[in-house]
T-cell receptor, first 112, second 112 residues
Framework: QQQVKQSPQSLIVQKGGISIINCAYE??????FPWYQQFPGKGPALLIA?????SEKKEGRFTISFNKSAKQFSLHIMDSQPGDSATYFC???????????FGKGTMLLVSP | KAGVTQTPRYLIKTRGQQVTLSCSPI?????VSWYQQTPGQGLQFLFE???????NKGNFPGRFSGRQFSNSRSEMNVSTLELGDSALYLC???????????FGPGTRLTVL
C-alpha cells in the first residue's frame, strides 16, 4: 500500500498554542518523510524533513516526531502564529526517488 | 537562485482539447517531477524526468505525457482533456542524489 493517512483535516489553534498534525504510513520502503506548507495560490514549500534513523528533529518552532515501530510521524508547531495559517501536507518516499506520496492535507487556522 | 518557474499560470481549455504546460527547474537541478493537485484526490505524482529520460511514472492514463529537454526544462502534455483534468499542476525539481524537492507555483488548468 502506498497510502499516507493524515489527520486532522482541519485545525483551529489560538495564537501561542501548539499545533499538532499526525500522519501514518504503511509502506516500509518509505524512508524520507518531509512536511510541506502551502499557502493559497502558491506551490508547497518544504518545512522540515526526517529519516527513520532519527526519532525527533527540530527546526525553529517546527518539530517532527517519528515512531518507526508504529509507522507514524507528526508535526508540532510551537507558539503558533496567525502567519502559520496554511495547509500542511505530510509526505513520504523511498530515499532517492521523487515519487512523493502525500497525505490529504490539514488546513490550519491560527486565531489571533 | 531563481526558483522553479511554471508557465502559463492559468489556462482554460474545453473538453477534447490538448494542453502543454512548461516547467523550468532551479539552475543545476536535473530531476523534474510533475504532480496533480485536486481537492478530491490531493497531491498525486504524475512522473519524473532525469537527463531527458522518464524515470518514474504514477498511476495516470496515457493521455498524460511529458518530456525533458537537454537544458532540464520539462513539459507535460495532456491530450483529449476531460472535465476531471481540472487541477493545479505542480512541477518540482531537485538535485540528483538529494531528496529535497522544490515546487513551483503551479499551473491552474480549468477544463470546461
Amino acid at each position: 500500500q502506498q497510502q499516507v493517512k493524515q489527520s486532522p483535516q482541519s485545525l483551529i489553534v489560538q495564537k501561542g498554542g501548539i499545533s499538532i498534525i499526525n500522519c501514518a504510513y504503511e509502506n516500509t520502503a518509505f524512508d524520507y518523510f518531509p512536511w510541506y506548507q502551502q499557502f493559497p495560490g502558491k506551490g508547497p514549500a518544504l518545512l522540515i524533513a526526517i529519516r527513520p534513523d532519527v526519532s525527533e528533529k527540530k527546526e525553529g518552532r517546527f518539530t517532527i516526531s517519528f515512531n518507526k515501530s508504529a509507522k507514524q510521524f507528526s508535526l508540532h508547531i510551537m507558539d503558533s502564529q496567525p502567519g502559520d495559517s496554511a495547509t500542511y501536507f505530510c509526505a513520504a518516499s523511498p530515499s532517492g526517488y521523487s515519487t512523493l506520496t502525500f497525505g490529504k492535507g490539514t488546513m490550519l487556522l491560527v486565531s489571533p | 537562485k531563481a526558483g522553479v518557474t511554471q508557465t502559463p499560470r492559468y489556462l482554460i481549455k474545453t473538453r477534447g482539447q490538448q494542453v502543454t504546460l512548461s516547467c523550468s527547474p532551479i539552475s543545476g537541478h536535473r530531476s523534474v517531477s510533475w504532480y496533480q493537485q485536486t481537492p478530491g484526490q490531493g497531491l498525486q505524482f504524475l512522473f519524473e524526468y532525469f537527463s531527458e529520460t522518464q524515470r518514474n511514472k504514477g498511476n495516470f492514463p496515457g493521455r498524460f505525457s511529458g518530456r525533458q529537454f537537454s537544458n532540464s526544462r520539462s513539459e507535460m502534455n495532456v491530450s483529449t482533456l476531460e472535465l476531471g483534468d481540472s487541477a493545479l499542476y505542480l512541477c518540482a525539481s531537485r538535485v540528483s542524489g538529494v531528496d529535497t524537492q522544490y515546487f513551483g507555483p503551479g499551473t491552474r488548468l480549468t477544463v470546461l
